[in-house]
């Protein structure tokens, strides 16, 4: 007893020879209950040849500034104790400023030219800046949010408005995953001691209005590494070996007696779950790492770091993983950001540059994109010491996976505030990504509430420059 | 070639939405043209491209086309609109343009549309080539067609009133219960096939008992049904009531957090407790929702109605600081349009926030049209501070209600005592008048003392108050107390509202008294002065870290006064009221004690002046300022202010007033112990503008009144004032509204079948779903509203019916036929719903507490979960006793981060409204399954009665045992032989290892029990732990 739908979406397209069904039927499949089983791979695939085949996205969470990361703005520190010019900010939207006098705030960190590139990089950094040949900055992000909750729903659906599906979601939603034995949309957390930690909703890595399994699973560096993975105490795996397959066996039976498409996914679901019940511990247990890259991340791991992480990161991508999100919470400097930015650089700088030197030395940097940055920017105003929440203009940096490196896209204005030649939106990151990874993301569609959405929305243009 | 998966299309047929569009399904075959070697018989009369004989009606066929291919620019919306052309319209499509008609019933030739749609020069074709959608060659055909057929045009199935349709005369009348089934068969007999047989006792009785309650069916039950009684007895089970309230919850996303980044608690479960309460006494559909919407607006609201009001207040709200009121004010608005557009018109007004629907008929002025009648309600964009969702009420019951009532009566009197004349009273008065006038001449400075042992200034109180006393080493600066406070990030108590209220003169400054801990200090100190209902007056030392008024800022509402006084000592700070914006005569009637992390001990707290006596009124007016003034220039409020103020002082009338005190103290104690919850306020509306694109920045919009969507009928109101909630609500059950029955029934159908008739419930316009049978759903439409909009008659009805009894196994011809099960030819299967998943595993295992109502529980939950939330830091605080065994419908319901349990099985996060969950099978519900403990615990109690009679008994009576409890039938010959396989196995493992026989029994705070062997109870564990991971378990059969 099979599927209801015997032919693969590939070979339906090929003979049908229509492209525009893709969405629809790509959302008829997904929702029926009778669809085919679940298989790790998912039956769509790609568009066209992808450069790259797996993302991890590092997440900067509370807005990182600009202006202390990765864009150097002279003009500003000559600028800096001056009130900030009304043309550059009236109209504009305003978070904690609101109502208040606004200053030049200078860069509070000197920056320094890295690589053969000469890439233009806060001496914060100096790990990442080792691998600025890799890099393609981005200097002229901008987005429509202002708020941590919304922006980053902004940055992960390409809406403000919650509840779509995030963009790993899309990407295991058409691609699937290469592992067999591991969700394909992992989640990391770790927060930082370097200002406010802004809390992350899991609605950030939800699968929205997409089929349930493309949610993201949120994967602890500290403790149970996944809800429920661990068999009750007691019940060590042969216990528990059997207890899966008798639960196979009776489903087995039944499914035998009256065949139904959703006890067989149960099976698999069931032998996932088991195998996800060795695999997760093996994918935590770093017995098998050399002293070497403890020395390289500067983490012996399971210690809830943003370093710990990061080397989970690349464990993630080596096991097929599709999309890999790390949030470190902690760059909120709405204060004292000159020490804040000290505290929270070091958080991260080291495990960066060992990521992406770990990936390119085991082959992986060249399909993997990583993307570095946050949900906005900050202020080229003061506030107080700290900068406040700035949607105008910031940065991000892009490495891998198909993206040219040892270049820099896009400017904002001399004093930072505005992106000023080649503003890029959130949507043409969005599409950029997506087309990387084999995917048009105006056919990469799925219909709901009678509309056919897609993670660019509306917009979005791949930006074509960026590309290797 | 494997033959195509093909959706029959019978004549007459349904669906051209859902799943398998007949458009789709043509041009796969047109497609494949020439492929096709091997065909099914029954697919021979639609394979060839529709010809003339076969009828296409305009509403099923014609307009999903138009929707998808031309409406976007040639459709409701008013600026995108092209060529003033309208095609969703019969004037549209019939009009004559340039002498030539747009559609000429009867000519395609003739039809400019039908020109243009299949012109042969590109760039003149409809669709434009840039377009993303284009027309097949089926589409066209479907269009001539219908052209050709004499173009007759149909509404839309949702806009029209529901009128009850004839009962179809069916081939066999000896299947039909009831009329249901006369139009399910009647259907049936069209497509030449038979339902299927009537399920069994047993399957009937379990799924009348999980769709009914949500829980699964005994031994009794099935008896019950046997007897014909089980209907009846779960329609009036309180658990009824639970069930149907988990449905609406999800409508109206109930949750216990505010939503947004902080996701804030806040208590919201009386309105929870009305819901059940209103299914369980089967409260008419109508009444509910004009209570819901409007029971605040009544003559005279009762507590029950207040409660119900309560629903306005169920959106999302937000704490983050820098957020722009204005921008949440309309999210708050634009939530509440899309919930009640879901809710009671089924339908996506939503979509026309930024640009008129492109697809129905919604202007962006009926959105905002919609959204002026909650412009009423008093709320803020950002709320502040930690706690509270203003307004708030307390929440009681008729009891309490006289309680209260005789506490007020009880006061009432005592403050009458109070204000009664008396000459020597009036003496008294006179010479403290004297006295203060001397004493403000004589230049010597005292301290008014607002706050020393106790918080008696009255008014609200908030935040941890904890006086501790002097001894050992607690440092104490006066009187016997002072208030300790200490927390991580940001802390503070506060009160607001006082009756003793602060009027401040010339010269006065606040001060307090304040010990920082040496070893643990704060990092920053705050304090904030509330007056005229704002706290934007606020002093801060040390670090800048708490928010209010604005990190980094220097002003009024953030005014930076130092650096961190020493440790280890106490110290004064003082503040200039100038220096927060305050100066003489502004009466100050609440105070906050702020700190960010660290430990404080916080006294003496007051206004240094030059008059103590003066400073505290009680009235609204400033006594300093009615004492000095002259006899001849003193009004006529000020000498009562000084009247009423000299009672407050009087030594003549100490115990009145401290009998007043202690009615008052006791009241107010009294009143904790009564529930909070969010209160819909109504107050003045606030002007609601239409926003060009949703753009909350740009007011150059009109402003509009309160109406409902323009294209439907709008009900003949003549009421001249604004309209208001009640108004929206009386439309919404009107015979002017065509949807809301036929949303409702959908809905419950879908509830009892898995999909509704129309399979997109939030969506009955033109892009969702079309009713499979669209005469039935008016039917059952029609049939709601003229029982009175009775809910259980609805419900009895449907379950009473032959379609509703079949079976729900798969059957062959059915599987290519009709996959999705559109022709209702047999019942569904699908998985529980994620509560009632768990709330089986409890119920069977005997440990489920079955309290009906009351506040949200905590139940086990994996540590950690909460790790990410902040404003403040918090963990999951799991509860005692039956907490952890409550129906999941108690669950805490936090928004930001859903329990994991749940969430595995697709439980909503409740941020937005859901209509229609998931059904997802994936690998985390198995981990739930076998390794929550909450389920491995209730695999434990269901153990015990088999551990305890082995090894008495068979090993095959205790599988028995469980089976009949888990799933009321007996093992298999196959099952039990697993089943014992498996026993003996983990037997032997468990007796040579007590270690892992501990461990296992440990999961769970349930005792194990003494007379037991533990290694038995161990494996009989493992055999429970595999009846509660079965697929049949966790479905609905």
């Known amino acids: 007893m099979g599927t209801a739908f015997p032919i693969s979406r590939r070979d339906f397209l090929s003979r049908a020879g229509t492209c525009t069904l893709t969405g629809t039927l790509a959302s008829l499949l997904a929702q029926s209950s009778l669809a085919a089983p679940e298989v790790r791979d998912a039956s769509f695939g790609p568009h066209h040849i992808p450069k790259a085949r797996r993302v991890i996205h590092l997440c900067m969470a509370g807005g990182p500034s600009h202006l202390e990361t990765l864009d150097y ?285 770990d990936l390119d030395r085991r082959g992986l940097l060249e399909d993997t994109i990583v993307l570095w940055g946050g949900e906005f920017g900050r202020t080229p105003m003061g506030q107080g010491d700290g900068r406040d929440h700035h949607i105008k203009g910031f940065s991000v940096w892009m490495a891998g996976g198909g993206i040219r490196g040892g270049t820099s896209y896009g400017a904002t204005d001399e004093l930072g505030y505005a992106a000023s030649v080649d503003p890029v939106h959130v949507h043409d990151l969005h599409a950029t990504m997506l087309h990387l990874l084999g995917l048009d993301h105006k056919r990469s569609t799925f219909r709901f509430q009678g509309r056919d959405y897609r993670l660019t929305d509306v917009s979005g243009k791949v930006i074509q420059s960026w590309l290797a | 070639m494997e033959p195509m998966p093909t959706h029959l299309r ?144 149909e509404g839309h199935w949702a806009w029209n009133k529901p009128v009850r349709p004839a009962v179809p005369a069916v081939a066999d009348g000896s299947w039909v219960r009831n009329p249901i089934d006369a139009f399910v068969l009647a259907r049936l007999d069209a497509e030449g096939l038979l339902p299927s047989p009537t399920a069994d006792a047993r399957t009937l009785a379990r799924r009348l008992s999980v769709d009914l309650t949500g829980l699964p069916a005994n ?230 003392v607002w706050l020393d042992d106790a918080q008696s200034n009255g008014g609200t109180t908030e935040g941890a108050w904890s006086f501790v006393g002097a001894g050992d080493s607690t440092p104490v600066y006066s009187g016997k107390h002072s208030r300790k406070q200490t927390g991580s990030g940001i802390v503070q108590h506060h009160f607001h509202g006082a009756e003793k209220r602060a009027a401040l003169a010339e010269g006065d400054l606040f001060y307090t008294w304040v010990h920082l801990d040496p070893e643990n200090p704060p990092e920053q100190l705050m304090l904030q002065f509330h007056v005229d209902g704002t706290w934007e007056h606020r002093a801060v030392w040390g670090a800048d870290k708490i928010s209010f008024g604005g990190v980094g800022t220097d002003r009024e509402a953030h005014r930076q006064l130092g650096d961190l006084p020493a440790t280890g000592e106490w110290v004064r700070l003082e503040v200039d009221p100038a220096a927060v914006g305050l100066g003489p005569g502004r009466i100050v009637d609440g105070m906050a004690y702020t700190q960010f992390s660290g430990l404080a001990h916080w006294d003496e707290a007051g206004v240094e002046t030059d008059t103590p006596s003066l400073t505290f009124a009680t009235g609204s007016g400033s006594v300093y300022d009615a004492v000095f003034a002259t006899a001849e220039a003193r009004t006529k409020e000020q000498t009562q202010l000084l009247r009423t103020y000299y009672r407050t002082i009087s030594p003549t009338l100490n115990e009145t007033r401290a009998a007043l005190g202690e009615a008052e103290a006791e009241k107010d104690a009294f009143q904790q112990t009564l529930p909070v919850m969010l209160e819909t306020v109504s107050v003045e509306p606030r002007e609601v503008r239409v926003l060009p694109r949703g753009n909350w920045m740009d007011e150059s919009g009109e402003v509009v009144l309160p109406g409902v969507p323009a294209f439907l009928p709008q009900g003949g109101s003549d009421k001249e004032e604004r309209a208001d909630r009640l108004d929206l609500a009386r439309w919404a059950v009107s015979d002017a509204n065509p949807l809301v029955a036929r949303a409702f029934v959908n809905r419950v159908w879908k509830l009892l079948f898995g999909e509704g008739l129309a399979r997109t419930p939030d969506d009955l316009g033109n892009q969702g779903a079309r009713p499979t049978h669209p005469d039935l759903l008016d039917w059952l439409s029609a049939e709601f509203i003229e029982s009175g909009w009775d809910v259980k008659h609805l419900v009895r009805t449907i379950v009473s019916s032959g379609t509703y009894r079949q079976s729900s196994l798969t059957r062959s011809d059915l599987v290519e036929r009709d996959p999705f099960n559109e022709l209702l030819a047999r019942q569904s299967r699908w998985r529980h719903d994620a509560e009632f998943v768990r709330d089986g595993a409890l119920a069977v295992s005997g440990l489920l507490a079955t309290t009906v109502g009351g506040p949200s529980v905590k139940p086990y939950q994996p540590a950690g979960h909460w790790r990410e939330l902040n404003f403040p830091m918090r963990t999951w605080k799991q509860g005692e006793a039956d907490q952890l065994y409550r129906r999941s419908l108690y669950t805490f319901w936090c928004r930001t981060f859903l329990h994991p349990a749940m969430d595995a099985f697709d439980a909503p996060s409740r941020e937005s409204s859901c209509a229609k969950r998931n059904r997802s099978n994936t690998p985390q519900q198995a981990l739930v399954l076998l390794n929550d403990p909450g389920f491995v615990e209730a695999a434990r109690a269901l153990a015990e009665a088999p551990a305890r009679l082995s090894p008495k008994q068979a090993d095959g009576e205790g599988v028995q045992w469980i089976w009949s409890r888990a799933l009321a039938r007996k093992a298999r010959a196959e099952e039990l032989s697993v089943a014992l396989a498996l026993l003996q196995e983990e037997r032997i493992r468990f007796h040579a290892d007590p270690e892992a026989t501990q461990a296992l029994l440990a999961v769970g705070r349930r005792p194990v029990p003494d007379d037991l062997t533990d290694a038995e109870l161990a494996a009989w564990t493992q055999v429970s732990r595999l009846v509660l991971n079965l697929h049949e378990t966790v479905t609905r059969n």
């Not at chain 1, 200002?195 to 939800?206: T, Y």
């Not at chain 2, 760039?123 to 269009?143: C, G, N, Q, V």
């Not at chain 2, 009036?236 to 109930?254: C, F, I, K, N, P």
């Not at chain 2, 169920?314 to 600081?321: A, I, K, R, S």
């Open chain 1, 73 to 357: 703005k002279p003009e500003l520190a000559r600028r800096h104790g001056e009130p900030m010019p009304e043309s550059f900010t009236k109209g504009q939207q305003i978070a904690q400023l609101q109502g208040q006098a606004l200053k030049c705030f200078g860069p509070q960190h000197p920056f320094a030219r890295y690589g053969e590139s000469g890439q233009s990089i806060c001496t914060l950094f100096p790990k990442i800046g080792a691998q600025a040949d890799k890099l393609c900055i981005v200097r002229s992000m901008h987005t429509s949010e202002i708020n941590h909750d919304p922006a980053h729903t902004m940055m992960n659906t390409g809406s403000g408005l919650s509840g779509r599906p995030s963009m790993g979601s899309w990407s295991t939603f058409e691609l699937g995953a290469k592992t067999k034995d591991l969700p394909g949309y992992v989640v990391l957390t770790s927060v930082g001691k370097g200002g406010q930690s802004q809390p992350i909703a899991a609605r950030q890595w939800s699968s929205g209005f997409l089929p349930g399994r493309h949610q993201g699973v949120h994967l602890k560096s500290q403790g149970e590494p996944v809800h429920y993975v661990s068999s009750p105490d007691g019940a060590d795996l042969v216990g528990q070996r059997r207890l899966v397959d008798a639960v196979a066996r009776l489903n087995a039976a039944e499914n035998g007696r009256n065949p139904d498409p959703e006890i067989e996914t149960r099976l698999a679901q069931y032998e996932l779950a088991y195998r996800m019940q060795t695999s997760v511990p093996e994918l935590v247990d770093l017995s098998n790492e050399t002293e070497e890259t403890f020395e390289l991340y500067g983490t012996r791991g399971a210690d809830g770091s943003y370093a710990a992480n990061c080397l989970l990161a690349r464990r993630l991508a080596e096991r097929g993983v599709r999309f890999i999100q790390l949030y470190h919470r902690g760059w909120d400097h709405h204060g004292g950001i000159k020490r804040s930015m000290e505290i929270t650089a070091k958080e991260v700088d080291q495990a960066t540059g060992a990521l992406l030197e």
């Open chain 2, 10 to 153: 019978p004549r007459g047929g349904p669906i051209r939405r859902g799943l398998f569009p007949r458009s789709i399904l043509i041009r796969i075959i047109v497609g494949l043209g020439s492929h096709l070697p091997i065909l099914h018989p029954l697919m021979l009369p639609l394979l060839a491209i529709p010809t003339g004989d076969v009828p296409v009606t305009f509403d099923r066929d014609v307009r999903p086309i138009l929707s998808d291919n031309c409406f976007e620019c040639h459709g409701p919306d008013t600026n995108k609109r092209k060529a003033r052309l309208r095609l969703d319209r019969e004037e549209g499509l019939f009009a004559v343009r340039d002498g030539r008609p747009v559609v000429a019933p009867g000519s395609s030739a003739n039809s400019e549309l039908y020109a243009r749609i299949t012109h042969a020069d590109p760039d003149s074709r409809m669709p434009p080539a840039e377009f993303r959608h284009s027309l097949d060659e089926a589409e066209l055909e479907t269009i001539r067609i219908w052209i050709d057929q004499g173009a007759i045009y």
């Open chain 2, 219 to 448: 031994a009794d039950q099935i008896a019950a049904f046997e007897r014909g009684e089980l209907v009846e007895a779960l329609l009036a089970s309180a658990h009824y009531g639970e069930r149907m309230t988990q449905h609406w919850l999800d409508l109206v996303r109930y949750a216990d957090t505010v939503g947004y980044h902080g996701d804030q608690e806040w208590n919201m479960w009386p309105y929870r407790d009305y819901v059940i309460r209103a299914f369980n006494e089967n409260m008419p559909f109508d009444k509910f929702s004009l209570e819901q919407l409007g029971g605040d607006l009544f003559e005279e609201p009762t507590m029950s109605d207040k409660v119900a009001a309560g629903y306005n207040r169920l959106n999302m709200v937000t704490f983050e600081g820098g957020s722009q009121a204005k921008e949440y004010l309309l999210k708050y608005a634009a939530d509440r349009v899309r919930n009640f557009s879901t809710v009671w018109l089924g339908s996506t007004v939503g979509c026309a926030e930024c640009h008129d629907h492109k697809f129905d008929p919604y202007a962006t002025k009926d959105f905002y049209r919609l959204s002026a009648y909650f412009a009423d309600i008093e709320e803020v964009g950002v709320f502040s501070g930690v706690g509270a969702v203003p307004p708030q009420m307390s929440v009681t019951s008729p009891e309490e209600e006289i309680e209260l009532a005789e506490f007020a009566a009880a006061i009432q009197s005592l403050k009458i005592d109070l204000e009664r004349d008396d000459p020597a009273l009036a003496q008294g008065q006179a010479s403290w008048e004297s006295k203060a006038i001397l004493e403000a001449g004589d230049g010597v400075r005292g301290s008014a």
